[in-house]
Structure formats: structure tokens, C-alpha cells
């Protein structure tokens, strides 16, 4: 009996360690080259790459509007937030050093640097949405979805490494265009469900463009995790011939939708539910289910096994939510049994 208890007590605290990495922020794909020269240093190399991943991550967190307060280029304010990282790809080509560089952020740190700020925080989750453009020219009173609408044409050209919306622009269909003209006399209340089915996608955006000699309307309706914005802009004298402009407009469009994105995940560092929760010692595939889950939960503030013997292991959780919100996570995948104190997962 003793040892098996020593036995399952080493596989647990494996099972405990061997996912940390889930528990980062992780930033890939950083890309430098610096010439490689008598003032070369690897360090600085590093050091550059660090800067670089965490100016893409906070992007990635923060809305546009606390983005200049949340950057900093302090290595020394950084490097305590950063976990690991790893180097790929090395060159050394026409007095050149070039790399890759993937960057893991402490993810419990660069919650408590922003919370320190005053800043709330999202998860920077990558979503697919679809996005329709229409638009509309009052002054001829025509309307183009695919050819000859700038928006159509351009949108995709306007990338950005720290956007998390991906979209899926439609293809050109004939039907579509024949159900939107059929409604464009009231097409800023028209809701598109004879449209948007088709594209199985439950998130959103139709974008309308009401063109009126060089000022341009823009009517965006957003519909992300079962939440619907609507969002009225205004551009003047808008340059429609010079591609340049178009892009200008559609990236700030972008950042606006970002915005939405964020807000819609936002983890409110500041709610602190402590969570109880109780698994059978020997059941070792559902400990390690739940543990990846915990690892894998953007909510999950931290958690510790609190108590351990023969018969259950016991886990400690902070979670930056409710605890209804932690059911709501988790319930999916686990049967949680709540009449006591300390929650059984089976």
C-alpha cells in the first residue's frame, strides 16, 4: 500500500508539471536579422526578440486605446515575464545574422504587469469570422458587393501581425447580390439570415459603405459570441482612387473590430474565485484530463493540489471569473458534482 501510494504520489506530481508550458503566453514566428559585425552580440539579438514578441502579445491583449500605455522597451521590465524561449532557423549569410525566435510569457505575470497598469486584459484568441462588404453609391444609386467595391477588393490586402479576426470573404454569388439589392432600400435593418447561414459561421460582420460625393457612411454590424454592435462612422474627403486611403479606412475598421473582440474576452483579474475541487487518486486519466483543462483555461488565474492521499486529490483553483462561469467552462467536458463544499469531479 505504501508503495503504491509513493508510486501514484510521483505520477501525480509529473502529471502536475509535465503540461507548463500551456499554462504561457506563447508568441511565434519573430523574425530578426542584424548585421553580423565586429559590434555583433547575440544578447542584444535576443534581447531585440523579446521586445519584438512582447510589443505583438500586448497587442494581442489590450485594447487600441491602452495600447501605448501597456508597451515598453524595458529589457529588465520584461525578461522577468518571460518563461523561455527557443531558437530556430539560424543563418549566417552576406555578413548577415539572421533567426527565429518563439517566446513564452509567464501568463500569471503579464496578467499582474497589466493589472498594475490599470489595464484590463483579454484572451488573445484567434477567431474566424465571416465578412460581408456592401457597398453603396448614393449619388448613382447603385451598389456593388464584389467587383468595383474598393472594400471587397482590398480588405484582405490590410494584415497586421497582432490581429486576432480572420475573415472569410464570400465569393462572388449571384443569389447573395439578389437578395441584398432586394433589400437595399432598407438595408440598414435588413438582418442578412437569408444569407449568412450558408456560410456556417456563427460570428460576423457586414460592413456597409454609403459613398456620397468624397464622404463616405460606414454602417458595421458585428456579431460576435452571440453579441450584436453596431457601429456608425464617418470619413471625409475620402480619396476614392488612391488605394492607399481605402487600406487607411479598412485598417482602422480592423482595429475597431479588434476592440470588440477583446472586449468580449476580457479577464477581469480583479475576481478571484477560489474553487475546490476533489478527484479520485487512482482515476490518473481523468487527473490528467482535468489538469490540461485547467492548463489550457485562459480563467484559470492558478491552482495547486491542496490535499493528496489514497483516496482523492484535492485541487485548489483561482479562477478570474465566477464560479457559474467555471462550471459553465468545464461542464462540457467533466461531470461535476457541486452538493458539497469541495466539488467532485467523476
Do not use: C, G, H
Amino acid at each position: 500500500m505504501i508503495i503504491n501510494l509513493i508510486l501514484l504520489n510521483v505520477l501525480i506530481i509529473f502529471l502536475s508539471t509535465n503540461n507548463l508550458n500551456a499554462n504561457v503566453y506563447t508568441v511565434k514566428n519573430i523574425q530578426i536579422k542584424e548585421p553580423y559585425d565586429l559590434n555583433f552580440k547575440k544578447k542584444k539579438v535576443i534581447e531585440k526578440a523579446f521586445i519584438s514578441a512582447f510589443e505583438i502579445l500586448v497587442s494581442k491583449k489590450v485594447s487600441s486605446k491602452d495600447l501605448n500605455i501597456s508597451k515598453t522597451t524595458n529589457i529588465n521590465l520584461i525578461k522577468p515575464m518571460i518563461d523561455s524561449f527557443l531558437i530556430s532557423n539560424e543563418k549566417f549569410k552576406d555578413n548577415y545574422y539572421s533567426a527565429e525566435f518563439e517566446v513564452f510569457f509567464n501568463k500569471k505575470k503579464i496578467l499582474n504587469y497589466l493589472n498594475s497598469l490599470n489595464i484590463v486584459s483579454s484572451i488573445p484568441k484567434d477567431k474566424q469570422v465571416l465578412f460581408i462588404p456592401i457597398f453603396v453609391n448614393l449619388l448613382t444609386d447603385e451598389i456593388y458587393i464584389y467587383d468595383e467595391n474598393l472594400f471587397y477588393l482590398n480588405w484582405e490586402k490590410v494584415k497586421s501581425k497582432n490581429f486576432l479576426l480572420n475573415y472569410i470573404i464570400p465569393d462572388e454569388d449571384l443569389d447573395d447580390f439578389n437578395i441584398i439589392k432586394k433589400n437595399i432600400t432598407d438595408i440598414e435593418n435588413y438582418d442578412f439570415k437569408e444569407i449568412i447561414p450558408k456560410y456556417n459561421q456563427e460570428d460576423y460582420v457586414v460592413a456597409i459603405f454609403f459613398q456620397n460625393s468624397n464622404k463616405l457612411k460606414i454602417l458595421s454590424k458585428i456579431f460576435l459570441k452571440n453579441n450584436l454592435n453596431i457601429i456608425s462612422s464617418f470619413e471625409e474627403n475620402v480619396d476614392f482612387n488612391d488605394d492607399e486611403s481605402i487600406k487607411k479606412i479598412i485598417y482602422n475598421l480592423k482595429v475597431n473590430y479588434e476592440n470588440l473582440w477583446k472586449k468580449e474576452n476580457e479577464i477581469n483579474i480583479s475576481i478571484k474565485s477560489p474553487i475546490n475541487i476533489s478527484i479520485e487518486t487512482k482515476n490518473l486519466k481523468l487527473i490528467n484530463m482535468f489538469e490540461e483543462k485547467l492548463q489550457s483555461s485562459q480563467l484559470v488565474y492558478d491552482y495547486r493540489i491542496e490535499q493528496f492521499d489514497n483516496k482523492n486529490t484535492i485541487y485548489n483553483i483561482i479562477y478570474n471569473s465566477t464560479p457559474d462561469k467555471f462550471l459553465n467552462d468545464f461542464s462540457n467536458d467533466f461531470n461535476i458534482n457541486i452538493s458539497e463544499n469541495i466539488w467532485e469531479v467523476k
